[in-house]
């Protein structure tokens, strides 16, 4: 395995949850900080009414994935040292479907993955859930996570958007998080 070399971090956004909203613009920051180049994924449009609708989740996901695997086509992901996919709610499912596909090995940030994702992550990574997420039951997530031994930081009345309302308390939310994914791009980034 390549000690050193390319290091590449693709970001998988959720529905209406794009590449530039805190969780995903910090977390791309922290990764550009370590080393890694940045892609974002990009769905083009997407069904809307999805949540709720197994049936338009389900497409939007499969539309998602498909733009993903086009999109990533060229690149060689062997050639790189390591890779880092950060992934936020519907993009949590299209990061490890991916991943797997492709049999990549990449480092997982997980934020507010849905239930349907679990189908498709592994044990690889970390996982950020909000209790007050109507997307996702807690009680689901945190048994998923716990049957993958995946690492799970629940944060009490956080939504989908890891946010409570309270403009002080998100930002140390965020703060929190942040301090969280650092540390594993840190911890994942220098695995022998």
């Not at 956080?158 to 840190?186: F, V």
Request: charged share 25%; net charge negative; glycine share 8%.
């Amino acid at each position: 395995m390549k000690i050193q070399g390319r290091r590449l971090a693709v970001v998988f956004p959720g529905i209406g949850y794009h590449a530039d909203k805190p969780l995903l613009y910090y977390s791309r920051k922290l990764a550009a900080q370590q080393g890694y180049e940045i892609i974002c994924a990009d769905y083009g449009q997407l069904p809307s009414g999805v949540k709720g609708d197994a049936a338009k989740m389900r497409a939007a996901y499969e539309l998602a994935l498909s733009r993903v695997n086009e999109q990533l086509a060229g690149v060689d992901f062997a050639g790189c040292s390591r890779v880092l996919f950060l992934s936020k709610s519907l993009g949590t499912a299209v990061a490890a479907a991916c991943d797997a596909q492709n049999r990549i090995g990449a480092g997982h940030v997980y934020y507010t993955p849905v239930a349907a994702s679990f189908q498709a992550i592994g044990s690889e990574g970390i996982a950020f859930h909000g209790t007050a997420d109507d997307w996702a039951e807690t009680e689901v997530i945190v048994e998923e996570c716990r049957k993958r031994n995946l690492p799970l930081f629940l944060t009490e009345g956080a939504n989908h958007s890891m946010e409570t309302g309270d403009a002080l308390r998100d930002l140390e939310i965020m703060k929190t998080i942040m301090e969280e994914t650092e540390r594993y791009i840190r911890e994942f980034s220098a695995r022998v």
